[in-house]
Every structure is written in structure tokens, then in C-alpha cells.
């Protein structure tokens, strides 16, 4: 991108920015990060592309003011700041679609949790990520793709279990729910993953009878690519309203739930 692009602020579509990698002599002429701080009226969606470096560029380029974006593609370079870069680049907390390519990080940004609106949102080729964020509280959620990322299970955590009515009078049922509208999850090439776990820690004994536990209740599409090692589903995905399923490259789940697979 060239350098000068601050100057235009009236700018309202910015399809992609392209962050020079080069160095030498192109980086002199490129534009960074800092030049879209006062371009607060781009909108619809942004693609920004060889994510490296440049921490102070890229939180000067106040993406959080940009109300009107509703799209957001990241694609990293190899970087080994990635946590502290993803950090600095939080978006508007009215975001709608969210894709995250080739981060190097470890652990997955804390504004996630803060994208309420956020109804599709894609993680791929994060190598590196070992936790997932409790995915499962985001309230308006209908598409998941993970592909490529470094977790060694999706267990509790990922569905983020929380009681939604805390102060529950005797004799009323809590309601809790993960992944309440989610409608198309897409799980590819996770080769470390061995275990898709239920709920594996409860309210407690006391309130079992008080908890009423829905997850995924809406889910409509799965389909499961690439997981060689993965050896069994959780009952809430085989109870799952399903009208389209594919299950490829994972022989565990094809031996063990061959007859389901069939029925589906």
C-alpha cells in the first residue's frame, strides 16, 4: 500500500491492506498500520494481509473506532510477537464475521469474548494455539471453522458452561446453554486432537436437579475432516438436529459410529 493513504478520510471501502514485507526499499514507500487511524469510515469488510511486527503501528491504527466494519480477515506472517500484535488489533465490538489465518500465537486474544454480534468466525492454520476461549458464550455464534489449530481437545472450556440464572429461587431450573444459535461447525485437520468431551465438571450435586444444560441445541451442519486421532463425540453432537453431516480421514469415528454416520 502507499504511503499518503492517511490523507484519505473519507474514505468508506477499504477491501485489503497489504503490509509490506520486503524491507529495503519498498518498505520505505509502503505505508503501515498507523496510516488508518483516522480512516474511522471504512466499512463493510477489511482483509489485512502479512500481519508482522510493527506492535506501535498496528495499536495506532485504532480498528476499535471503526463502528461501521462488520468483516474482518487477519492473516498473519511468521511472527514470534503474534500474542501482543492480535492484541493491539481489536475490532469494533460490533463485528459480524471474524477470520483469523496463520497465527503463530499461543493463546487466542481476550477482545474475542467481547464480540457479542459476531455470528461467523474462523481459525485456521493456528498451529501453535493450545486453549481455546469458551467459544460456546458467544451468544449470536452460527458459524465455526476450526482448521489447523494446535488444541489437544474440546472440552469444557470450549463450551464455556455457565449458569444464566445465578440466584435461582427452590423448586426453578437454571437454563444453560453453549452455543445457543450455532448452526455450521467445521472441525479440519485438528491432528492433536484425541478427545471432544461433554460436560466434564457439573454445577454440582446439590443443584442437579436445578440445571437444565442445552449445547448446540440449533446445529444443523457438522462436518468432521482430518482428525486421525480423534475417538469418540459427545452426546450433545449425536443428538444434534443434524441435516448435513461429512466425516472424512477420521477412521476412529467411522469405525465407532458407522451405523449413525449411515443414518445421518
Not at 496463520?102 to 486474544?109: C, F, S, T
Not at 474462523?122 to 476450526?146: D, S
Not at 470450549?158 to 429461587?169: H, K, R
Amino acid at each position: 500500500m502507499p504511503k499518503g493513504i492517511e490523507r484519505l478520510t473519507c474514505l468508506r471501502t477499504l477491501d485489503c491492506f497489504i503490509m509490506c514485507g520486503g524491507g529495503g526499499e519498498n518498505e520505505s514507500k509502503a505505508a503501515n498500520l498507523r496510516e488508518l487511524k483516522n480512516l474511522d469510515h471504512i466499512g463493510g469488510s477489511l482483509v489485512i494481509e502479512n500481519l508482522r511486527g510493527g506492535i506501535e503501528d498496528a495499536a495506532e491504527a485504532q480498528l476499535k473506532n471503526k463502528k461501521r466494519l462488520l468483516c474482518l480477515e487477519l492473516n498473519f506472517s511468521v511472527n514470534h510477537e503474534d500474542d501482543i500484535l492480535i492484541e493491539v488489533l481489536q475490532p469494533p465490538s460490533n463485528l459480524e464475521r471474524l477470520s483469523i489465518w496463520g497465527y503463530g500465537g499461543i493463546v487466542l486474544p481476550n477482545w474475542m469474548m467481547a464480540l457479542t454480534r459476531l455470528l461467523e468466525l474462523k481459525l485456521i492454520a493456528g498451529g501453535n494455539v493450545e486453549v481455546l476461549p469458551p467459544l460456546g458464550r458467544l451468544p449470536n455464534l452460527e458459524i465455526l471453522r476450526l482448521e489447523g489449530v494446535g488444541v489437544r481437545s474440546l472440552d469444557a472450556g470450549f463450551l464455556g458452561i455457565e449458569v444464566e440464572n445465578a440466584n435461582i429461587n427452590e423448586g426453578e431450573i437454571a437454563r444453560v446453554t453453549a452455543f445457543p444459535k450455532l448452526k455450521t461447525l467445521v472441525i479440519e485437520n485438528l491432528a492433536k486432537v484425541e478427545e471432544w468431551d461433554g460436560i466434564e465438571r457439573r454445577v454440582g450435586e446439590e443443584d442437579a436437579n436445578t440445571t437444565s444444560i442445552f449445547i448446540m441445541p440449533q446445529l444443523q451442519q457438522l462436518r468432521i475432516y482430518y482428525c486421525p486421532l480423534l475417538r469418540a463425540l459427545p452426546d450433545y453432537v449425536l443428538t444434534a438436529p443434524l441435516q448435513a453431516l461429512a466425516v472424512t480421514a477420521c477412521p476412529n469415528l467411522r469405525k465407532r459410529y458407522k451405523k449413525w454416520i449411515l443414518c445421518c
